[in-house]
C-alpha cells in the first residue's frame, strides 16, 4: 500500500473508533476484542493489508511492542496513588511475584510432561505468559471512577509489576538454552539480571520521576517557567528513565513504572501567606496557565496533564498491537496442543495460582473469583515471545512458543472482553446488596 492508502485506512479506523465508542461500552464487548478481529481482516488470511512477519520483522515488532509496554507501565504508575506504606500494596505485591512464580512453574510443569519440552524451554514459555496486562485489568473496576478501587487497583499493580518482574525469569530461561551468558555459578544472573536489574531498574526510575517532577513545579510555582508541553514531560521522563536503566544494565521496564509512581507522588511545598484558588465560578474552572504557576495547585496539575495525555496514548499503543495481533496469527502453526493448552492457562492456572496469593488478605468470596479469572493475557507476553525470539531460539521451538503465546493472549482478550461487563454488573450489584443489608 501507498502512504496516502495508509494515511486513508489509519484515518478511517480512527474516527470509526471515535464515532462508536460510547456504542461499544452498551455491548459485551471491549475495544480490544475489536481491534483484534481488524487485525485478522487486515492480515494475510483475509485482505493481506497488513503483513507482519514475526520472523522478519522480529526487532521492528519487538520494538513496538517495547515502546507500547512502556507506555503502559508509566500509565499505569502515574494511576496507582495508594501511598506506599498502605497494606493495600500487599494484594499486588502478592499476585505479581506469588502469583507469577507459582504461574512459571506450574507451565514448566506442563511444558516438560506434556508438550515435550525441555526445561530452559518450558521455563522460558512460563516467563512469557506469566505477565498479565495492566491496560486490559484497568476496564476492570468495581468502583469506575473511584481513586482507590481495590479490585481495579490490585490488578493494575499486579500488571505493572509482573510485566517487569518477569524479565530476569526470561534472562535465566534463555541462559538454560544457552543463548544468554548467566556466568559461573549462575553469578551473573543473581547479581546482574535479577538483583541489579530489578533494585536498581526501581531506584533509578524513582529518582528520575522524583527529581523531574520537582523541577518542573519549583520553576512554575516559584518563577511561572517550564509551563505547558506536559506531553514532553511524560514521554521526556519515560525516555531517561528507560534510557538510564537499560545503559546501567537494570531494568528499563521498571524503571519506567517506578518513574511514573514517583512523578504521581511529587507535592509542593505551597508559598507563605498563599490561599488555593476560590471555587471557580463557571463550567469551564481555572485557566491551566493560572493553575500550572499556583504553589498551592502546580502538582496536581502537572500530573493530571501529563496523565491526561499519556492515558490517550496508552489506548493508541493498545489499538495497534492488538491489530497486529490480530494479523500475526496467520503466522502460528497448527499445534494439536493449542485446542487444551489455552484452556488450561486461562481456567486451571491462572485461578490456582492467583487463588494462592490471595489467601489471608480478607477478600470476600465474590473478590477472589473476580482476582481469580481476571489474569489477562496481553502486552508484555508479545513483546517477551518477540524478545525471545530475537535472541536466536531454534525454528521448532520458535515457532511453539510464538503459537502458544498469541493464541493464549487473544483469547484471553475475547473471553475476558466478553466476561468483562456481566460480571461486573453482577458483582457491583452484589455488592450493593450487601451494603444495603449492613444498613439495615
Not at 73 to 78: A, I, M, Q, S
Not at 116 to 122: E, I
Not at 290 to 297: I, L
Not at 415 to 434: D, E, N
Request: one cysteine or more; a positive charge.
Amino acid at each position: 500500500m501507498s502512504v496516502p492508502q495508509w494515511a486513508l485506512l489509519v484515518g478511517v479506523l480512527l474516527f470509526a473508533m471515535t464515532l462508536t465508542g460510547t456504542w461499544l461500552h452498551r455491548l459485551p464487548l471491549s475495544s480490544a476484542m475489536v481491534y483484534l478481529a481488524l487485525g485478522w481482516l487486515l492480515g494475510p488470511q483475509v485482505a493481506n493489508v497488513l503483513r507482519p512477519d514475526p520472523y522478519e520483522h522480529v526487532e521492528l515488532l519487538e520494538r513496538l511492542s517495547e515502546l507500547a509496554l512502556l507506555i503502559s507501565l508509566f500509565t499505569v504508575g502515574l494511576r496507582l496513588d495508594m501511598p506506599l506504606r498502605d497494606k493495600r500494596w500487599r494484594l499486588p505485591l502478592r499476585l505479581a511475584f506469588v502469583s507469577m512464580a507459582l504461574m512459571v512453574a506450574m507451565v514448566t510443569a506442563v511444558g516438560v510432561f506434556w508438550l515435550g519440552l525441555s526445561v530452559g524451554a518450558s521455563v522460558l514459555l512460563g516467563a512469557i505468559l506469566a505477565p498479565t496486562d495492566p491496560v486490559l485489568a484497568s476496564d476492570v473496576s468495581s468502583d469506575p471512577g473511584a481513586r482507590h478501587d481495590r479490585l481495579g487497583q490490585s490488578l493494575a499493580g499486579e500488571g505493572a509489576l509482573n510485566d517487569g518482574a518477569a524479565l530476569p525469569l526470561m534472562m535465566l530461561a534463555l541462559g538454560l538454552l544457552g543463548v544468554h551468558d548467566l556466568g559461573a555459578g549462575m553469578v551473573r544472573w543473581w547479581t546482574v539480571d535479577l538483583l541489579w536489574a530489578t533494585v536498581g531498574g526501581l531506584l533509578m526510575g524513582a529518582a528520575v520521576g522524583t527529581a523531574s517532577g520537582r523541577i518542573v513545579v519549583w520553576l512554575r510555582s516559584r518563577y511561572a517557567e517550564a509551563v505547558g508541553l506536559d506531553e514532553f514531560l511524560g514521554l521526556g521522563v519515560v525516555g531517561m528513565s528507560y534510557g538510564m536503566a537499560q545503559v546501567s544494565l537494570a531494568s528499563g521496564l521498571l524503571a519506567v513504572f517506578a518513574a511514573g509512581m514517583a512523578l504521581q507522588r511529587v507535592s509542593e511545598r505551597p508559598r507563605p501567606n498563599t490561599q488555593p484558588l476560590p471555587a471557580a465560578t463557571s463550567a469551564a474552572g481555572h485557566a491551566y496557565e493560572k493553575r500550572a504557576v499556583h504553589s498551592h495547585h502546580a502538582s496536581a496539575t502537572m500530573r493530571d496533564s501529563v496523565q491526561g495525555f499519556n492515558e490517550r496514548l496508552e489506548k493508541f499503543a493498545e489499538m495497534a498491537l492488538v491489530l497486529l495481533l490480530g494479523a500475526m496469527l496467520a503466522y502460528t502453526q497448527p499445534l494439536p496442543a493449542l485446542w487444551w493448552f489455552v484452556p488450561l492457562m486461562l481456567l486451571v492456572l491462572r485461578p490456582i495460582s492467583a487463588a494462592c496469593s490471595v489467601v489471608g488478605e480478607g477478600l470476600t468470596a465474590p473478590q477472589s473469583a473476580m482476582i481469580c479469572w481476571f489474569g489477562i493475557r496481553g502486552i508484555g507476553s508479545i513483546f517477551y515471545v518477540l524478545f525471545a525470539i530475537r535472541h536466536g531460539l531454534p525454528t521448532a521451538l520458535a515457532d511453539t512458543l510464538l503459537t502458544l503465546t498469541l493464541w493464549t493472549v487473544a483469547t484471553s482478550i475475547v473471553v475476558h472482553g466478553i466476561t468483562a461487563q456481566p460480571l461486573m454488573t453482577r458483582y457491583l450489584s452484589w455488592r450493593q446488596q450487601r451494603r444495603a443489608r449492613r444498613s439495615a
